[in-house]
């Protein structure tokens, strides 16, 4: 049977991006019309709303641009909609790059300054260890026709 996916909403072409816009990726938006994939938003989930400020991770924990403290929205979210994503069936995530939330494997340093270092955001961390594959727009699943 064909991979089911859980997707970030932005690539899906939903505007739940901080600053009101999407990232919309076509690939992702035809796997979501085919019925082979779901958009999610851990951000909208955690109760942050849109447009938001832009957020980083500051040792472990999830501060925005006013430098408020915003962990506890970025981890809410990010359960419940890993356990949307497991409920799902889904065991493959395309997810957008470098957010706080949906980044894997690099994403911004806490400083606001747009350097990379290496880690997951909040959402990837918890999808990875559900072992859940991850992939992202830039490094798209290979078999996706
Ligand atoms: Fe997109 Fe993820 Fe940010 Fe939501 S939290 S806007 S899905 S990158």
């Known amino acids: ?6 997707v970030s909403a932005c690539l899906a072409g939903i505007a739940c991006r901080y600053d009101g816009r999407a990232n919309t990726c076509p690939e992702v938006q035809q796997l979501v019309a085919e019925g082979r994939a779901i958009p999610a938003c851990p951000e909208f989930l955690g ?11 500051v040792q472990g ?5 006013n430098g408020q403290d ?3 929205h970025f981890l809410l979210g990010a359960q419940a909609a890993t ?9 493959a995530a395309i997810l957008k790059s470098r957010s706080p939330s949906c980044g894997y494997g690099q994403i911004y340093d806490g400083t606001f300054g747009g350097v990379l270092v290496k880690g997951d955001g909040i959402w990837a961390a918890l999808l990875r260890q559900a072992g859940i594959a991850l992939y992202s ?3 798209l699943p290979e ?3």
């Open 83 to 91: 356990e949307f994503a497991i409920q799902q069936g889904c065991t």
């Open 47 to 57: 109760g942050l709303g849109m447009p938001r400020p832009p957020c980083e991770i």
């Open 1 to 6: 049977s064909q991979t089911r996916y859980i």
């Open 137 to 139: 727009e830039e490094n």
């Open 70 to 72: 915003v962990t506890q």
């Open 61 to 65: 924990k999830v501060v925005n641009s």
């Open 143 to 145: 078999d996706l026709d």
